[in-house]
């Protein structure tokens, strides 16, 4: 598994421009997870939170966001998420508590675009 605390700290300090975001959303401390790319975070974070964009969202909840990284290029960030997606429920739990020990909702803490 990578170290991404770093990785998560220099991509939420307020890049702008041109990117992709991963995400992982969750329903809750340790509820169901959900890994995605987006060009836009702020825009995916709002359709989450209005359960619009998919059905899997709608049917989970999966609304906070706990973990967001920035790529310059969508093929990297569109790896990454590839690579995350297959990951053991437990990795994606470690990434998220190495990056966000107390697990909050970072959607009201960082400039997301």
């Known amino acids: 598994m990578m170290d991404s605390g770093s990785a998560l700290l220099r991509s939420l300090s307020g890049m702008t421009g041109e990117g992709m975001w991963l995400s ?5 401390w340790n509820g169901t997870l959900y890994v995605g790319v987006t060009n836009s975070l702020s825009r995916r ?5 209005e359960g619009r964009g998919s059905e899997f ?12 990284e920035r790529y310059e290029r969508a093929d990297e960030a569109i790896a990454q998420e590839t690579r995350i997606k297959a990951w ?6 470690a990434l998220i508590e190495k ?15």
Do not use: F, Q
């Open 24 to 28: 992982i959303m969750a329903s809750g």
């Open 45 to 49: 974070i709002a359709e989450h939170r």
């Open 57 to 68: 969202v709608r049917k989970y909840g999966v609304n906070h966001l706990v973990y967001a």
């Open 88 to 93: 053991k429920r437990a990795w994606k739990i």
């Open 99 to 113: 990056a966000n020990p107390d697990c909050v909702d970072l959607a009201d803490t960082i400039h997301l675009d």
